[in-house]
């Protein structure tokens, strides 16, 4: 047994000893002596990435999707909270953004200062310690995130502090070590704070006795949120890598009495070389001085896992079976309220001093989910959608709002493979909206063709219901959020014709390499992201992905207008604030970037849609500017999408799809389907 000394504790506790101790009350101030060889048992909840997710529906689809939404979170959180009573429960961020619900209070119907942000009513109904901020919280600009957390911030461009209105935020404090206001120097928000946690603890005899632990809660947001939301927050903020600002303010915490310190830390894990910019940087994270536990988000994916296979699971220091990072407890709970995250840690008294007894510390996830193949969750928590009931209804009859028409079903479950009938619009919307910019404010460039990529941001990640799905016949607003997920801003970057094959290049990562002669069986999907699959639809481009070459050597007779691209010649790409700021590998820098516009894509789109009122196949869903080199395979070709689509994809004019399982055995509602690259 490893036990781990920490500074001495210097809080109140309450000890019935043989010779009959009186408590000593609340004070911070009472300075007492802990029992030797005390023990207690402390467990630490996180959630993380909720993103709005507050009942479990999707505005897209107005539908009940029981796979999502904190108000089955909650209901975790109470088994959780009944079979671990110390206990601690925090949020890992990316909270406030992410469905129509958070976009309606944000952008449609600004929530007022005197009220309660939704996502927020709802977590205070069941009751967090604590909660930091992810990359997200920074989409809807400083104003909005200081207004609705209840937090005033002193930066450039926002009245001076004192003349600030003191609006309602959540009941439960933000924590966020690594950001600050260029103007003073100072965080925006606390870097950490101690919640002094009142727990039931046994004396050395196991008689029951009440105790305090001093846990420091620390928190950090990736550092790109600087290139994310450029618009927002240039000029105006600072960001510090991550372990800089934990060397800075862990020992600090530690000095001000913590026993335990966790880091809330909303990334993932990238097992790289550190640098302070890094996205992804709890893997080295773990290695600062006086950390006891990460918890994680934003990758939106699940740690600890025995079942993960990718290269930063099987790194050294990682245990992703027990749950650590160079032996510190780490812990990512999926996204949109699929999962909590649960550390137990064993406390015991020695010298004095509470400690961790790290050879009974414990990390596991929780989720929803019960049983996959018959596809039950735990049942939802009544109190959360009565919290949130008017706003609800509200973000319902918004995106019921019409706004055109399409002969035609537009849906994203078979992108990767060519179908572009949910890309193509949102190009043309793009395009369009550049193509006027440029032709009234920036005549420099009048003479370079403007062009757009989109990505099928719905590409089947959240399983076989993760698509975008809008049927023929009336578009309203939920339909343009269908078609566009992200609130992205739409940017314009010029690039020449080499620009462009990088770029192309990088998103075909999104295939694996087939090999032609293998009979088995191959996928061609690989895990590179659906969001990054950036593509033309354009009938002036032209170009094949060979998916039997490595990545890099991809992209075969690009053309434009019927002619090989130049490699010097130069274009206008309208693309997202996303990728043109942080887009360096697609070859990207803020060099290429003309125009930065306010204006949101999905806002773009919308007005698009409006002013065509009507949307055929022929002009709006079949122009397709690539195409799979053809090859012929010994062995099958797959790739998952949403079970029983086939009609989908031979609507869409694909002859060369077949299905191999309507069921791929996840119970995700996702089917197997084989592709023949020959034809």
């Not at 240039?234 to 800075?248: F, H, L, P, R, S």
């Not at 009974?360 to 996959?372: E, I, Y």
């Not at 920036?442 to 003479?447: G, R």
């Not at 566009?484 to 999104?510: C, D, H």
Request: glycine share 8%.
């Amino acid at each position: 047994m490893r036990l781990f000394s920490r500074p001495v504790l210097t809080a109140a506790v309450a000890a019935a000893l043989a010779g009959g101790l009186a408590a000593c009350g609340d004070s911070d101030d009472a300075v007492v002596t802990l029992p030797e060889s005390a023990t207690a048992e402390l467990t630490i909840l996180e959630t993380s990435d909720l993103h709005a997710n507050v009942v479990s529906y999707d505005y897209f689809r107005l539908a009940e999707d029981k796979s999502v939404g904190f108000e089955r979170t909650a209901t975790l959180i109470k088994q959780a909270r009944a079979d671990f009573p110390n206990n601690l429960l925090i949020d890992n961020g990316d909270t406030i953004q992410g469905t129509a619900l958070a976009d309606y209070q944000a952008l449609v119907s600004p929530v007022a200062c005197n009220q309660k942000l939704a996502t927020y009513k709802a977590m205070d109904a069941i009751g967090f310690d604590v909660g930091t901020l992810g990359n997200h919280e920074f989409n809807y600009g400083l104003p909005y995130l200081a207004q609705v957390t209840g937090t005033k911030f002193n930066v450039e461009g926002m009245a001076a502090v004192a003349s600030q209105p003191s609006c309602v935020g959540p009941a439960f404090p933000l924590v966020l070590a690594n950001v600050s206001s260029k103007k003073d120097g100072a965080p925006l928000y606390k870097p950490y704070t101690i919640i002094n946690k009142k727990v039931s603890a046994k004396d050395k005899d196991g008689k029951t006795i009440e105790s305090t632990v001093k846990v420091a809660v620390i928190g950090f947001t990736p550092p790109a949120i600087l290139q994310w939301d450029k618009r927002w927050l240039d000029g105006k903020v600072e960001v510090q890598g991550v372990v800089e600002a934990a060397t800075k303010y862990v020992p600090m915490a530690r000095a001000e009495g913590a026993d335990i310190v966790i880091a809330a830390s909303h990334g993932g894990w990238d097992t790289g070389a550190y640098s302070p910019s890094m996205e992804n940087a709890n893997y080295h994270l773990a290695k600062v001085p006086g950390i006891d536990g990460i918890l994680m988000g934003h990758s939106h994916s699940e740690f600890p896992n025995a079942a993960c296979t990718s290269a930063a699971c099987s790194a050294s220091g990682v245990d992703k079976v027990k749950g650590t990072f160079h032996g510190v407890p780490a812990v990512m709970p999926s996204f949109w309220g699929k999962a909590i995250g649960v550390i137990n840690y064993n406390l015991t008294v020695k010298n004095g001093k509470w400690t961790i007894d790290s050879s009974k510390t414990a990390v596991s996830l929780r989720k929803t989910l019960t049983d996959a193949a018959a596809k039950t969750y735990v049942a939802a928590d009544p109190a959360i959608a009565t919290a949130i009931k008017t706003e609800h209804e509200a973000a319902i009859n918004y995106v019921k709002t019409p706004i055109g028409e399409s002969d035609f079903a537009l849906s994203s479950y078979f992108a990767d493979v060519g179908d572009v009938t949910a890309i193509q619009v949102v190009n043309a919307a793009q395009a369009d909206y550049i193509a006027k910019y440029v032709a009234a404010n920036l005549p420099q460039y009048k003479n370079l063709p403007v062009l757009s990529v989109s990505a099928p941001f719905k590409s089947g990640f959240g399983g076989g219901t993760d698509f975008t799905d809008v049927k023929k016949g009336p578009i309203a607003i939920n339909n343009a959020a269908d078609l566009y997920l992200y609130p992205n801003t739409v940017y314009a970057v010029k690039v020449t014709g080499a620009g462009i094959k990088t770029w192309l290049e990088k998103a075909a990562e999104r295939f694996n390499q087939i090999n032609p002669s293998l009979t088995t069986a191959q996928p061609l999907i690989s895990t590179f992201p659906g969001y990054n699959f950036d593509m033309f639809t354009s009938p002036d481009m032209s170009y094949e992905i060979d998916v039997t070459q490595a990545k890099g050597s991809r992209i075969k007779n690009l053309h434009y207008k019927g002619a090989p691209i130049s490699s010097s010649a130069e274009f206008i790409i309208a693309t997202n604030n996303y990728r043109a700021t942080s887009g360096t590998q697609f070859g990207l820098t803020a060099d290429n970037i003309i125009h930065a516009s306010p204006d949101a894509n999905r806002d773009v789109l919308i007005d698009y849609i409006k002013a065509r009122k009507n949307l055929t196949l022929a002009t709006d869903g079949s122009t397709r500017s690539w195409r799979f080199t053809k090859v012929t395979t010994a062995g099958p070709v797959t790739f998952i999408s949403g079970s029983d689509k086939l009609a989908v994809a031979q609507t869409a004019g694909f002859t060369n799809i077949s299905v191999v399982s309507n069921d791929d055995g996840s119970g995700k509602g996702q089917g197997v389907y084989a592709i023949d690259l020959s034809k």
